[in-house]
């Protein structure tokens, strides 16, 4: 019985402790990916979920992009790893690693009911 209060001070303690947050979270390589394309590619492309325009009206927008008909985890990774079809804009060499993280997170922004913006 001694013991009790100390018990029911450790359980008040873990009660008041925060928890992680519930339901499904983002991956590694999706949020290294997001980190890189706010980074490396928010300057000129929207890249978010919800992005209409771009900063740069010649850059099409990240959801424009993955939710283009036929467009492929293979197809867009191949597109950013072959540097040389990249606009003059884009003069930068991605490796395999980040190409992968862009490409798991580019296409978490796929979307059955896009419509581009008109």
Known sequence: ???LPLICSTLLL????ERPPSGPSASAPESRGHAFAQAACGSCHAIERDSTSSPNPNAPPFPAIVNKEGLTARTLASWLRDAHNYPREMEFQLDAT???DLVTYM???NDP???PPS
């Open 1 to 3: 019985m001694k013991h």
């Open 113 to 115: 009911d896009y419509r």
């Open 98 to 100: 980040k190409v992968d």
């Open 14 to 17: 873990a009660a008041c402790q």
């Open 107 to 109: 296409l978490t922004l």
